[in-house]
T-cell receptor, first 114, second 117 residues
Framework: EAQVTQNPRYLITVTGKKLTVTCSQN?????MSWYRQDPGLGLRQIYY???????DKGDVPEGYKVSRKEKRNFPLILESPSPNQTSLYFC?????????????FGEGSRLTVL | AQTVTQSQPEMSVQEAETVTLSCTYD???????LFWYKQPPSRQMILVIR??????QNATENRFSVNFQKAAKSFSLKISDSQLGDTAMYFC??????????????FGGGTRLMVKP
């Protein structure tokens, strides 16, 4: 089954404790991205990757890091989480960029930073 | 930069009736795509319908259709014969295709739709 898988689905952590949210897709997609969803703001892009070893900032990259060492994986790293990073996070992928390649979303990861 | 506005934070409709969700956007681009996504309580983001800006014909997917007014920068979603399973948050989204910047979607703030029995 074609899918985007995120882990963990739920996480409660404390300020400053490094965490990683993993994302993996099995569709051989070149393009992957991370979004955060906050009430009234919709989804906003954090980072994206056009292919292996190619990443770039989205609209709200502060406090986040990503890496793309393999085509299928695109982890989101919070080196020192803060309460304002409490949010619902989505990973998404598509076959290619530059066209209306449909974005496939993961099921979301709800992160709470105390 | 593009902006997407959904002016209706919440709406409700009776089962089997028709409801229209509003969306306006601001862009200087001529070539772009517009989407409606559905997010049920399961949180999954589900693509409902897509419209290419260069197409004059409004997109239709079964009970879902859009009214795309390019000059007015308006992209409303009409749901006919509403069903209880349509209860969800609906997001309007804009995408400008780019070979350099990827498929970034700009989302509106969402409209929470409740279908009442």
């Amino acid at each position: 089954e074609a899918q985007v898988t995120q882990n963990p689905r739920y996480l409660i952590t404390v300020t400053g404790k490094k965490l990683t949210v993993t994302c993996s897709q099995n569709m051989n997609h070149e393009y992957m991205s991370w979004y955060r969803q906050d009430p009234g703001l919709g989804l906003r892009q954090i980072y994206y990757s056009m292919n292996v070893e190619v990443t770039d900032k989205g609209d709200v990259p502060e406090g986040y890091k990503v890496s793309r060492k393999e085509k299928r994986n695109f982890p989101l790293i919070l080196e020192s989480p803060s309460p304002n990073q409490t949010s619902l996070y989505f990973c998404a992928s598509s076959l290619f960029s530059g066209a209306s390649g449909e974005l496939f979303f993961g099921e979301g990861s709800r992160l709470t930073v105390l | 930069a593009q902006t997407v506005t959904q002016s209706q934070p919440e709406m409700s409709v009776q089962e089997a009736e028709t409801v229209t969700l509003s969306c306006t956007y601001d862009t200087s681009e001529n070539n772009y795509y517009l989407f409606w996504y559905k997010q049920p309580p399961s949180r999954q983001m589900i693509l409902v319908i897509r419209q290419e800006a260069y197409k004059q014909q409004n997109a239709t997917e079964n009970r879902f259709s859009v009214n795309f007014q390019k000059a007015a920068k308006s992209f409303s979603l009409k749901i006919s014969d509403s069903q209880l399973g349509d209860t969800a948050m609906y997001f309007c989204a804009f995408m400008k295709p780019s070979n350099n910047a990827g498929n970034m979607l700009t989302f509106g703030g969402g409209t929470r739709l409740m279908v009442k029995p």
